[in-house]
């Protein structure tokens, strides 16, 4: 059994890696140079479910759940458990509300309890939320990890190209935006990495406000990860002014210390997105496509990629099955 | 049903297209609000040369008429900028102007939207003008080239309905025979109940019905409060009394009414 996968952004690469696990053989093609030309490369790596189901489907909350332990089995000691922290600014507190009447799995902070858990926001904050279960991992680190993991367990990558180097029985299309669904749209999202040693902080916050909601996602080493911006456009090109400064405002509004963070990098991608914004997993022929991730690859690929791989398998032991009669 | 720029518009409520949970979401909306005007923002959407094509498909596909709109524009040029490239990617002379004044507040700068408006109805647009409730603004609008006038009621995206209902009686008063939408700051359906029973022409809203916990109930909600609210209207409801007046008639006294 030989299962082509076209793609290596999570999706693609969450699903190589579940095939190998059932000793499928696997070949991955990229046709780009390495890891960073995906929209995975600019994400957030915020497993973050709960706090998602704000504007998502329930099934976003119900699936998303498996990617925390998922993560935490494949690439143990990359998933930090510290939970997500809600807050607002004075004047929006009513934004908190809001978020309080969509999700569950919150505790309320008080100003004492939130400087306790992240002492930097002391005193910066009446109240606050803290979504305990939640979790998030550096998706660079993550994603370079899984490709080693995958060439050491015997797939083969290939990087800047199309074809693959031997037939195969099965071809699964994860290329998101790249690929030729008609039904997937383009949602672009703009990002900043700062790096910022006088701010600490354990935990992804997420600063509410009724335009322009931000989160700051901490990596290592004073390095922040702040996002990020949802446009219904197609356009691959340069973060735009208007967007970095509702970034850098909200950096800076949750703390002071981001004035001083130097800007490390900036980025925008493309989400691939279905009219739902949730991810599609189908079957046609020898094809399989699954794709549409928008804002949720690092969480929901893990049960897609289970789910697409036993589907997978079952659908080449049946082949077998049929052309031993 | 009204008329606007001589065209008859069957539905009092024009919604909004952006911040739903999905376009899926959005169109579900649509359906369930009856609307037949949809008004589409353009600067950030179509950011650089990628416009949003699929997402235009979409609202395409849901077979109404599309108003773009200036959303986020501060300045004259910006906004006659937009309403140009509106026109051709839409195909439509239809505008709905917005010349923010304030970041922060998002009040209109009725300056430059008088400008802007003047500029574009020379230039063969069907303006519709995000302004405020005063009447003078109103009237330099109408002299500007104008049919229709969209105050608003109270800041965009506050939710706060109707602060100054008085302001929108005279407002009323002020233009009978001008079409009147109340743009921005609805936040519920007895806010637009409110003010159709106050003989204002149709709703313009987006936020109350794309961040409610479920919009598409939302959407059919405030179309309902639309419809009675208007048939209040055209059945003449009873202005308020400081006095107590009894509804039944008491025995053996003289009614002198």
Partial sequence: MKVGVKGAGVAGLALA????????????????????????????????????????????????????????????????????????????????????????????????????????????????????????????????????????????????????????????????????????????????????????????????????????????????????????????????????????????????????????????????????????????????????????????????????????????????????? | MFEVYGETVASRFLLGTAQYPSPQILADAVKASGADILTVSLRRETAGSGSGGRFWDLIREMNVKVLPNTAGCHSVKEAVTTARMARDLFGTDWIKLEVIGHHDSLQPDVFGLVEAARILSDDGFKVFPYTTDDIVVGERLLEAGCQVLMPWCAPIGSAKGPVNPDALRAYRSHFSGVPLVVDAGLGRPSHAAAVLELGFDAVLLNTAVAKAGDPVAMARSFAMAIEAGRLAYEAQPLEPRDMAVPSTPVLGMAVFE
């Fill in chain 1, 17 to 325: 890696y579940e095939l190998v696990s059932r000793g499928v053989q696997v070949e991955l093609l990229e046709k780009h140079k390495g890891l960073s030309a995906s929209a995975s490369w600019l994400a957030g790596g915020m497993l973050a479910p709960w706090c998602e189901r704000e504007s998502a489907e329930e099934d976003v909350l119900r699936l998303g759940q498996t990617s925390i332990g998922w993560w935490s089995k494949v690439l143990p000691g990359q998933v930090r458990h510290n939970g997500t922290l809600v807050v607002a600014a004075p004047r929006d507190t009513g934004e908190l509300s809001r978020f309080v009447s969509r999700t569950s799995g919150f505790t309320w902070l008080d100003a004492d309890a939130l400087g306790a858990l992240e002492p930097d926001l002391e005193g910066r904050f009446a109240k606050g939320l803290h979504f305990a279960g939640e979790a998030h991992l550096d998706p660079r680190q993550a994603l370079t990890a899984l490709q080693a993991k995958l060439s050491e367990s015997g797939a083969r990558i290939k990087f800047e190209a199309k074809q693959f180097t031997a037939a195969t029985d099965l071809v699964a299309d994860c290329t998101g935006m790249a690929s030729q669904d008609t039904q997937l749209r383009p949602v672009r999202g703009e990002m900043l990495i700062l790096h910022a040693p006088d701010v600490s902080l354990s935990r992804p916050v997420r600063f509410l406000h009724p335009r322009i909601p931000v989160y700051v996602v901490p990596r290592d080493n004073g390095v922040f990860m702040v996002g990020a911006t949802m446009i219904e456009s197609g356009d691959r090109g340069a973060v735009s002014v208007r967007s970095t400064m509702e970034l850098l405002n909200a950096a800076y509004s949750l703390h002071p210390g981001f004035a001083e963070a130097k800007i490390i990098e900036t980025g925008a991608g493309l989400r691939p997105a279905y009219p739902d914004n949730l991810p599609r997993l189908t079957f046609s022929g020898n094809t399989l496509s699954m794709n549409g991730f928008y804002r949720h690859g690092f969480l929901l690929a893990p049960h897609f990629a289970m789910e697409a791989a036993h589907r997978i398998v079952k659908h080449l032991q049946e082949k077998t099955l049929e052309a031993n009669h």
